[in-house]
T-cell receptor, first 113, second 118 residues
Framework: GNSVTQMEGPVTLSEEAFLTINCTYT??????LFWYVQYPGEGLQLLLK?????DKGSNKGFEATYRKETTSFHLEKGSVQVSDSAVYFC????????????FGQGTELSVKP | GAVVSQHPSWVICKSGTSVKIECRSL??????MFWYRQFPKQSLMLMAT?????????EQGVEKDKFLINHASLTLSTLTVTSAHPEDSSFYIC??????????????FGPGTRLTVL
């Protein structure tokens, strides 16, 4: 079946620290991969995406590379800010399945000043 | 970017009553909307896919008679939780797909509705 597994949170970092949130997936087809962010009290927002192997998605200093050989899509940022505190969701979408997204369990990030 | 709203943002109701949640695409027409349920500290679980003018497609294990979905127009889908019980308390999130947008198939999410059943 199709599934997404993320590292468990909460992750607590100091400002300007390096961030990695691990995400691995299993998929019966050839998925597109996404990272969504949910700030407190708000809906999910698309952070970045990659649609094929070796693609790198990037936005707001965050990056993730689609690694087919390791079935991974780890999220990284070189220097986090307090404003990055949120819950991050990794997700996949299989082509020709009606656009459905399958989410990981979410990883809460807390950045301290 | 595309904006999706939900109403109400939170609702408290008594056990046995029905609650309707609205999901609107504000600046685009959405032929497809999705309804998710999110438990505390857990992921979003897809409940159903709602297509304008046709019946919703429910995921396995979701009771279609309990969670009624209506997608009567290209900008509005509603989820009605019928005869709500405390175990239905959750955070309900909708998303809408903009078929005309630059990122075809991208889903835009509403802010969610917190349902508490007493």
């Amino acid at each position: 079946g199709n599934s997404v597994t993320q590292m468990e949170g909460p992750v607590t970092l100091s400002e300007e620290a390096f961030l990695t949130i691990n995400c691995t997936y299993t998929a019966t087809g050839y998925p597109s991969l996404f990272w969504y962010v949910q700030y407190p009290g708000e809906g999910l927002q698309l952070l970045l995406k990659a649609t094929k192997a070796d693609d790198k998605g990037s936005n707001k200093g965050f990056e993730a590379t689609y690694r087919k050989e390791t079935t991974s899509f780890h999220l990284e940022k070189g220097s986090v800010q307090v404003s990055d505190s949120a819950v991050y969701f990794c997700a996949l979408r299989i082509y020709n399945q009606g656009g459905k997204l399958i989410f990981g369990q979410g990883t809460e990030l807390s950045v301290k000043p | 970017g595309a904006v999706v709203s939900q109403h109400p943002s939170w609702v408290i109701c008594k056990s046995g009553t029905s609650v309707k949640i609205e999901c609107r695409s504000l600046d685009f027409q959405a032929t497809t909307m999705f309804w998710y349920r999110q438990f505390p500290k857990q992921s979003l679980m897809l409940m159903a896919t709602s297509n304008e003018g046709s019946k919703a497609t429910y995921e396995q294990g979701v009771e279609k008679d309990k969670f009624l979905i209506n997608h009567a127009s290209l900008t509005l889908s509603t989820l009605t939780v019928t005869s709500a019980h405390p175990e239905d308390s959750s955070f309900y999130i909708c998303s809408a797909r903009d078929p005309q947008g630059s990122s075809y198939n991208e889903q835009f999410f509403g802010p969610g509705t917190r349902l508490t059943v007493l």
